[in-house]
Nanobody, 118 residues
């Protein structure tokens, strides 16, 4: 599985960005997928994820109500719509896929920088 993420950039507090991640491979709808982020000096953390086969999206408490995870199965693409951005959201954002049926395997995109200025 290869992942290509895009959409990061510099935005002011309160602004919005939309991240995209195109995934190669088949059985896209059965994969577990998610977005993670890593801020300087901190560990990588979950932002949002969806289980294999679909279902409810799980969000980190810090982004609930502001970020929306979605996917376009026909285009093998994940999205992360980020609204009401805060300086604390500044990080490198990574898309993640755990492909069906080998959910123990993790594939990561290259990462895209999101910087929110105060």
């Amino acid at each position: 599985v290869q992942l290509q993420a895009s959409g990061g950039g510099l935005v002011q507090t309160g602004g919005s960005l939309r991240l995209s991640c195109v995934a190669s491979g088949s059985a896209f709808s059965l994969n577990r997928m998610g977005w993670y982020r890593q801020a300087p000096g901190k560990q990588r953390e979950l932002v949002a994820r969806i289980p294999g086969g679909g279902g409810s999206v799980v969000y980190a408490d810090s982004v609930k109500g502001r970020f929306t995870f979605s996917r376009d199965i026909a285009k093998n693409t994940l999205f992360l719509q980020m609204n009401s951005l805060e300086p604390e959201d500044t990080a490198v954002y990574y898309c993640n896929v755990r492909p069906w049926p080998n959910y123990d395997m993790h594939y990561w995109g290259k990462g895209t920088q999101v910087t929110v200025s105060s």
